[in-house]
C-alpha cells in the first residue's frame, strides 16, 4: 500500500501569520508537492497548484460522545484528494483564526477511510509574540490553539523586547510545556522544524518531547504520583501563571503499574473528563510486560500500543501528561498513584 | 461446498486508472475513472474520452444514453456513447460532490451548500441546502429531488414553488435514496449506519451493526429489497412491507472475510451482485442465500468500486480501484 499522506494543520489566531508561513512553506517545500486546503479561499494569493477551499463545517459525530467533533468538510475533501494521489505529496490545512483545532485532529482519528490514507504529522500553532499575552487572556480559542499545539511558532519577535518574549514564552510554557517552541520574524523557521514531525506518532513520542521522560527539562515535574504534594504538575517554574484555566499536568511513577487497574482508569477518566481534556500522552511501564505501553489522545480519543521493548539498563518509569482546561491535578495523581503495581 | 463458477464468462478490461463508476449507455459499457476520462467499449476497440481534462472526477451519475460526471474542475459533462462530451455547467473550480441524473435528461449536482437542477428541456433551478451535500437522488415520481445533508435530508421540487420538505435526523446524511414505490428514504451516514424514513408520516427507522460506512445501496427491481454495502456480506433489508424493514432482521449474503464494497441488484430477478474489498465478485439469490461465483479469489486485486447490470440483466459490468475491469455475459 501506498505510504500514509502526511498532514499539518496551521492554526494561530486572526493576523498571528499564518498565511506568512503557508507561503513559505510553498515557496520553500524543496519539491515537496503540497494540496492546501484552506478557509479564506481566493483572499490571499496562495502560490500553489492544488488549493482547495473549506467551509470549516465542524459536525459532532453521533456516538453519543459529545465532544468527539469532527470536520465533515474535511472527510469529503481528502476522499476527493485521493482521486489525485499522484500529484502531491503532503496535504496543509490552515485553519481559521478563531478555529478550535480538536475537530480537526479528531477526524483524523474517527473517520476510518481518512485514517486509511492520511496521517496527522503535527499542529503548529503560530503566536503573534506582541500579542499573544493579551489574546491568552481575552481569548479562549488562541489559548486553546497554544494548548493543542505540537510546534508553535513565537513570531514577529522583531516587533518586542527581549523581556516580553521571556514574558510570552512563560505564558506559553504555563500552558504546553510540550510543544517545540520556535522564535521567528516573518515565520523564518527551517521547515524541518514543522514538517515530517510525526508528532502523532505513537512510535515517535518521546523523540518529539526531549524533556518527557528524563523529567529533567526546563519544567519541573513535581506531581510525583503518591507523594501527596499539592502543587498541579503545571510547569513549576512559571509558578506566576498558575491561575491559567489552561495547563498541563504530568506526573511520574517509578517502576510498573498494573494494566487491569491503569487501562480502566485511564478509559473512565478520559470519558468523565475529555471534554476539558485536549491532549494526553503516556508511556507506561506495565508490570510483567517486556514492552512499553505508549497511548495519545485528543478529547475523549484515545490510541494506545504496545511498543518497543524496555531496553537493559533503561529506567521503568510510568508517566503521563494531560493538557486541559481546569485539570483536578489532585484527583488524576491519586488515580495514577492508585494504578501503581 | 463448490459454488457454481461464471468466471470463464467474464472478459477481463483493462480501464487504466481507478474506476469511479459503471454504466451501459445503451449497449455500450462505459467506465468513469477517476482521471477524469470515460472508457467507451465500442465494437472497434475502447475509447477513451477526456470528460474532465487535467481533473478528478468526484460524482457521477448514468441515464441509459450519457454518463453524468462531476470533477473537481467544477464542471458536469454528459458523456454519450458516440464520445460526444456535452457541458452541463460550470460551477467555477468548486468541486461537484453530488450528481444525480434520470433517462429524460433532467440532472442534478451540488457543490457545498449550493445544488442545482436542471430539468430536460433545460431550465436550471438552485437551492441552498442547510450544510454541504453529500448525497442527491431523483424521487421516482414527479420532478423531485432528494438532498442527503448534515442533519438529515430535504426533499425539494426545483420546478415549484411548493417549500422544500425536511427530514430531521441528527448527524451526517452521505447518500440518498427512495424505494422505487416512492414510500421511503434512505440514507447511509458517516456513523456506518442507514436511516430510513416513511416519507408519508416520516417514521423513522434506523439500519446499524455496519462496521464500515455504506457507499453502496440497489434496490430490487419491485422494490422489496435494499442491498447494501459496508459489511462483511451484503446486507439486504426487506422493504416490501407496510412498516418497511421495521423490527426485522436483514438477510446477510455472501459472508466472507472482506467487506462488500459495491453491490448491484439484477433487474428482473432477485439477485444481487456484490463486489468486495478483496476484489472478489460474487452472485447471491435473495432469499435463500445461494451463491455464484463471477471473479474468484486472487492474491492482490483492487477493491471492486464500481458495478452495474444492463437493462435486461444480461451482462454486469465491473470495475476496480487497481484499474482492473472486466464484463460478465450471463449463459442463456
Known amino acids: 500500500m501506498n505510504e500514509k499522506i502526511p498532514v499539518t494543520v496551521l492554526t494561530g489566531y486572526l493576523g498571528a501569520g499564518k498565511t506568512t508561513l503557508l507561503n513559505r512553506i510553498l515557496s520553500e517545500g524543496h519539491g515537496q508537492r503540497f494540496a492546501v486546503i484552506v478557509n479564506e479561499f481566493g483572499e490571499i494569493g496562495i502560490d500553489n497548484g492544488l488549493v482547495i477551499g473549506a467551509d470549516e463545517e465542524v459536525f459532532e459525530m453521533n456516538n453519543g460522545c459529545v465532544c468527539c467533533t469532527v470536520r465533515g468538510d474535511l472527510i469529503r475533501i481528502i476522499e476527493g484528494l485521493l482521486k489525485r494521489r499522484s500529484r502531491f505529496d503532503a496535504i496543509i490545512v490552515e485553519t481559521t483564526g478563531l478555529a478550535d483545532p480538536a475537530p480537526v485532529a479528531q477526524t483524523f482519528f474517527a473517520d476510518a477511510a481518512v485514517r486509511e490514507a492520511a496521517r ?48 510570552t514564552e512563560a505564558r506559553i510554557r504555563a500552558i504546553n510545556p510540550y510543544a517545540k517552541l520556535l522564535k521567528a520574524s516573518k515565520c523564518a523557521v527551517p521547515l524541518d522544524a514543522i514538517l515530517g514531525r510525526n508528532a502523532f506518532d505513537l512510535e515517535r513520542i518521546l523523540e518529539i518531547e526531549p524533556g518527557f521522560l528524563d523529567g529533567e527539562g526546563h519544567h519541573d515535574h513535581h506531581g510525583h504520583a503518591g507523594d501527596g504534594h499539592g502543587h498541579a504538575g503545571a510547569a513549576a517554574p512559571l509558578a506566576h501563571h498558575h491561575g491559567e484555566e489552561m495547563q498541563s499536568v504530568s506526573m511520574s511513577i517509578e517502576g510498573d503499574v498494573h494494566p487491569e487497574k491503569f487501562l480502566p482508569w485511564l478509559q473512565d477518566y478520559i470519558q468523565k473528563e475529555g471534554a ?23 478529547h475523549m480519543l484515545l490510541e494506545g500500543e504496545l511498543q518497543r521493548e524496555w531496553k537493559p539498563g533503561e529506567k521503568r518509569l510510568s508517566k503521563l501528561v494531560f493538557i486541559g482546561r481546569n485539570l483536578n491535578a489532585e484527583e488524576i495523581r491519586q488515580g495514577f498513584a492508585a494504578c501503581k503495581a | 461446498m463448490a459454488a457454481t463458477s461464471l468466471a470463464a464468462h467474464v472478459t477481463p478490461l483493462e480501464a487504466g486508472a481507478p474506476v469511479a463508476a459503471a454504466a451501459f449507455l445503451g449497449e455500450t459499457p462505459a467506465l468513469a475513472l477517476d482521471d477524469g476520462h470515460i472508457l467507451l467499449f465500442v465494437p472497434d476497440g475502447p475509447r477513451r474520452v477526456a470528460a474532465h481534462p487535467c481533473a478528478a472526477i468526484l460524482a457521477t451519475a448514468a441515464t441509459k444514453k450519457a454518463f453524468f460526471t462531476g470533477g473537481d474542475d467544477g464542471r458536469v459533462r454528459a ?21 444525480a441524473a434520470r433517462d429524460d435528461g433532467a440532472a442534478a449536482w451540488s457543490s457545498g451548500k449550493k445544488v ?35 442533519g438529515g ?5 426545483p420546478n415549484a414553488a411548493a417549500p422544500p420538505e425536511r427530514f430531521e435526523w441528527k448527524g451526517s446524511h452521505l447518500s440518498i435514496t427512495a424505494s422505487p414505490d416512492g414510500r421511503f428514504l434512505v440514507t447511509a451516514m458517516q456513523e456506518n449506519t442507514l436511516h430510513a424514513w416513511r416519507i408519508a408520516d416520516k417514521k423513522e427507522m434506523r439500519m446499524s451493526g455496519y462496521p464500515a460506512k455504506t457507499r453502496s445501496l440497489s434496490w430490487s427491481s419491485d422494490g422489496d429489497w435494499l442491498a447494501t454495502s459496508g459489511a462483511d456480506a451484503a446486507i439486504v433489508w426487506p422493504f416490501k412491507d407496510k412498516e418497511g424493514p421495521l423490527g426485522k432482521a436483514p438477510l446477510e449474503c455472501g459472508l466472507r472475510p472482506a467487506q462488500v464494497s459495491c453491490a448491484a441488484f439484477r433487474p428482473k430477478s432477485p439477485v444481487v451482485a456484490q463486489g468486495y474489498s478483496d476484489g472478489v465478485i460474487l452472485l447471491c439469490r435473495v432469499p435463500d442465500g445461494a451463491i455464484v461465483i463471477v471473479r474468484p479469489f486472487a492474491e492482490s486485486l483492487g477493491a471492486i468500486t464500481a ?7 444480461g451482462r454486469l459490468l465491473f470495475g476496480a480501484a487497481d484499474g482492473a475491469a472486466g464484463l460478465l455475459e450471463m449463459p442463456r
Not at chain 2, 458523456?79 to 450528481?99: M, N, S
Not at chain 2, 442545482?116 to 453529500?134: I, L
Open chain 1, 276 to 298: 476539558s481534556i485536549l491532549r494526553s500522552k503516556g508511556i507506561l511501564s506495565f508490570k510483567d510486560e517486556q514492552k512499553r505501553f505508549v497511548f495519545q489522545g485528543v
Open chain 2, 116 to 150: 442545482c437542477a436542471r430539468d430536460a428541456a433545460g431550465n436550471t433551478a438552485a437551492f441552498a441546502a442547510p450544510s454541504s451535500v453529500r448525497g442527491l437522488a431523483f424521487m421516482p415520481k414527479g420532478y423531485r429531488l432528494a438532498i442527503a445533508h448534515y
Open chain 1, 120 to 167: 496527522l504529522d503535527a499542529v503548529v500553532t503560530v503566536a503573534d509574540a506582541k500579542f499573544l499575552a493579551e489574546r491568552l487572556r481575552d481569548a479562549p480559542e488562541a489559548k486553546t490553539q497554544i494548548a493543542f499545539a505540537d510546534v508553535i511558532i513565537l513570531n514577529k519577535i522583531d516587533l518586542v523586547d527581549a523581556v516580553a518574549i521571556h514574558d
Open chain 2, 79 to 99: 458523456t454519450a456513447a458516440d464520445g460526444t462530451v456535452q457541458e452541463i455547467a460550470d460551477e467555477k473550480g468548486q468541486w461537484i460532490d453530488a450528481l
Open chain 2, 153 to 157: 435530508a430535504t426533499l425539494w421540487f
Open chain 2, 307 to 313: 458495478l452495474t447490470w444492463d437493462r435486461n440483466g
